[in-house]
């Protein structure tokens, strides 16, 4: 009797585990991208009270932010494969090392990005648009945003270790702090605020998308400051002496290279391809440009619950793997691999009542509006497919190690498929915006297709610390 009743003993207990771990991990991260998924969208929302131009020139400037933000994505979820599976070992030493990497690859590619965005803005939202008022605006946000570009590397490295270390709290309420901040700044200085106090008078200018990227700099700054303040504090175990976190041997350089370069290497590309996306929108006109950038950041209020659990899954199964139990973190992934395509067909639904209130926050055409509805219901039904995709991608296959896979996966459809499939629907057929963003979509199916496959191979698992 005993005997019989191990086997569904043993599995309640890792369902119990399994929620457990996605209440205490997944969910907070969750919580943190959905403000962190604010923090990016407040600029367009506030921006889009202006015009069609401004959330143009806002979206395009954000394409350069987006590629630094894939980069500095690739190395810190390339370094987070290590330092969950050290979690997993209590090798505190190996976290460190692993962080002065990150640290210091991201703070190269920030400054470099920086530089460029502030030296010569209008050159690069040109390679997006020709408009000549989208040009001047958009290099005007780029010109003072990209002072924020090094803040948010430091930030984001230690973001990703405090999450890989199961400190998702802080990351949490640093980006909740950014938000607030983010909404006083940017009310204050894209419309402008007279005060009087007694006999005094401040007047604070209304400075449109520019004084949207002050508000964005002063956010980061802040969002940084209460990262490190509290987490030396408190002395988290990612949070070691400069000496210590930046003494890595060649290696720790090497072995880190081998496994985080093609993580690297598939955001780059990934980002890349998704700015050639919006090149194609905003070269088939400013109407459609504007389309796709409310359909973007509409979407992301729902998407953020998927890229939570994407990293969250990563957390979760990389621990197990470091400490040696391979056979739950295969349950693991099972579970991931149908639970969140399950809620994206859930959260997909929402998409269609979201698209009903555009009216009410985008001041625009009602052209624009119904070109982004239909993007919204295209989106809706992908919503699955992009979900598992997200699951397998980043949550699976770079906790497992496989990540020369899941840059296969991820970019090949898209350079092969997805990209020369919207590039003749615009400039070929000439299509609708909403039927080229159709297009654009196709490589979700692909990519799940083949990701299912070497999930049932189970090839993905690996353990990258020994």
């Known amino acids: 009797m005993i005997h019989t009743l191990l086997p569904g003993r043993k599995k309640s207990e890792s369902l119990q585990g399994f929620y457990k771990a996605l209440l205490f991990i997944a969910l907070p991260i969750t919580l943190q991208q959905l403000m962190q998924t604010f923090v990016n969208m407040l600029d367009t929302i506030m921006v889009g009270q202006l015009g069609a131009v401004q959330i143009a020139a806002v979206g395009l400037g954000n394409q350069i932010f987006f590629i630094l933000n894939m980069i500095l994505f690739g190395i810190s979820s390339g370094g987070s494969i290590f330092i969950a599976q050290y979690w997993g070992k209590k ?9 002065g990497i990150m ?7 920030s400054l470099l990005f920086a530089f460029l965005a502030i030296i010569f803005p209008e050159t690069l939202i040109s390679l997006y648009s020709k408009d000549p008022a989208v040009i001047s605006s958009g290099g005007s946000y780029l010109r003072y945003v990209g002072i924020s570009y090094p803040f948010m590397a430091f930030g984001f490295v230690y973001q990703f270790a405090f999450r890989s270390t199961e400190h998702v709290r802080l990351p949490m309420v640093s980006t909740m702090v950014s938000f607030f901040i983010n909404a006083l700044f940017n009310y204050l200085l894209i419309f402008g605020m007279s005060f009087s106090i007694g006999r005094f008078c401040l007047t604070v200018p ?16 802040a969002e940084l400051a209460i990262l490190l303040i509290y987490s030396y504090s408190k002395h988290y175990e990612a949070s070691g002496p400069l000496k ?7 290696y720790t350089v090497i072995r880190f290279i081998k496994i985080a370069l093609p993580v690297i290497f598939n955001e780059t590309l990934w980002g890349t391809g998704i700015t050639i996306q919006n090149s194609i929108f905003a070269h088939a006109g400013t109407n459609s440009i504007a389309a796709f950038n409310i359909t973007t950041t ?3 209020l729902t998407w953020v619950f998927f ?3 994407g990293n969250g899954a990563a957390i979760i199964i990389g621990k197990r793997i470091g400490s040696g139990n391979a056979d739950e973190a295969r349950r693991y992934a099972n579970r991931f691999a149908w639970f969140m395509p399950l809620m994206a067909f859930f959260f997909g639904i929402l998409l269609y009542p979201l698209s009903l209130t555009l009216p009410l926050i985008f001041k625009v055409d009602r052209g624009i509006l119904w070109q982004a509805q239909l993007m919204l219901v295209v989106l809706m039904c992908n919503y699955p497919f992009n979900a598992f995709n997200m ?14 896979f899941g840059a296969f996966c991820d970019l090949f459809w898209m350079w092969t498929v997805s990209i020369p499939l919207g590039f003749a629907a615009a400039f070929v057929f000439h299509w609708e915006p909403w039927q080229i963003y159709l297009c654009l979509q196709t490589e979700q199916l692909l990519k799940a297709v083949t990701g299912f496959i070497r999930l049932r191979s189970g090839r993905w698992l690996h353990n990258v610390t020994f």
């Open 91 to 99: 090798d505190i030493a190996g976290i460190r090392h692993t962080m």
């Open 103 to 109: 640290l210091s690859i991201s703070m190269i590619v």
């Open 206 to 221: 209304a400075m449109g998308v520019t004084g949207a990227a002050i508000a964005t700099v002063i956010s980061r700054v």
């Open 244 to 250: 210590e976190i930046f003494n890595f041997d060649h």
């Open 298 to 300: 509409v979407s992301q």
């Open 307 to 309: 890229i939570g659990m």
């Open 391 to 404: 699951c397998m991608i980043v949550g699976i296959c770079r906790s497992g190690g496989d990540t020369k």
